[in-house]
């Protein structure tokens, strides 16, 4: 097993470090010493011997006041006032001109998507006459057949609210989930309202063979029928009054 690197041991780097502040303290303490020597006039140690005459004695030191008070005055001098950093006005905080963004756009989109808001108040939850949980719905598209069934769950997300519709295709049971909002749905009719409130939001348990209604095909076409017929009537009736109208004129 390889021995590790003394250069990687926490403290291998110890005794270098200290060794080398020794020198320098010392070489501090030397230095220090020399110049209060020759600041006091006292010959160095190496010069004991010789007599203080024969060495040259350096006048003391005299201050320059010119430098000093031009020193003093460049400090004392005040300073120029500094021009003002021109910067740019912040922008309005996004939290007072739009609190709410999300809440915004889709309201922006509901007005294009569904200007009227008859969509919005069918499967609102204050409107007591809306599409609720249960209903029998008929959906038409813009490209393809309309589809029946029972609602079974209403998922209402702003734009993005559906519904899920089973019903039967061919004896065999379909669910089906349709965006309101989407351009390709036509219109959405509720066909026949359930007798009683459903107790859930979600009525899973008609997957089941013992709650599955079934085909709704018979309901769909008596209320095509009843609406056919209201139609018709309020022509027939017109033309009706217009014949008694041509008889009277004859007369």
């Known amino acids: 097993m390889a021995t590790p690197h003394p250069s990687m041991r926490l403290l291998a780097r110890l005794k270098p470090l200290l060794r080398h502040t020794r020198t320098c303290r010392q070489q ?21 011997s010789l007599s203080t005459s024969t060495l040259p004695v350096s006048p003391p030191p005299t201050p320059n006041l010119a430098l000093w008070t031009t020193l003093m ?15 740019p006005e912040p922008l309005p905080s996004i939290t007072k001109t739009c609190p709410d963004p999300i809440a915004a756009i889709t309201a922006s989109q509901l007005a294009l998507l569904d200007p009227s ?3 919005t108040r069918l499967f609102a939850k204050t409107n007591q006459e809306g599409a609720r949980v249960g209903d029998v719905l008929l959906v038409r598209l813009r ?9 079974i769950n209403i998922r209402r997300r702003g734009v993005d609210t559906a519904i899920l519709l089973r019903g039967q295709l061919t004896r065999v049971g379909v669910e089906m989930w349709y965006k309101v909002y989407s351009p390709n749905v036509e219109g959405i009719e509720v066909v026949q ?19 599955d209604r079934g085909s709704v095909e018979n309901v769909v076409r008596q209320y095509m029928k009843t609406r056919a017929a209201l139609g018709a009537g309020t022509g027939k009736r017109k ?8 008889k009277g004129k004859k007369k």
């Open 143 to 151: 490209n393809g057949d309309p589809f029946a069934g029972v609602c």
């Open 117 to 119: 808001g008859a969509r």
């Open 193 to 211: 309202r359930s007798r009683k409130r459903a107790r859930r939001a979600r009525l899973y348990y008609m997957r089941k063979p013992k709650h």
């Open 239 to 246: 033309d009706g009054d217009s014949k008694k109208l041509g």
């Open 73 to 87: 005055r460049a400090i004392s001098k005040p300073r120029k006032p500094s021009k003002p950093i021109l910067t």
């Open 28 to 48: 501090q303490r030397s230095l220090s010493s020399v110049s209060e020597d020759i600041w006091s006039h006292k010959p160095a140690p190496g010069y004991a």
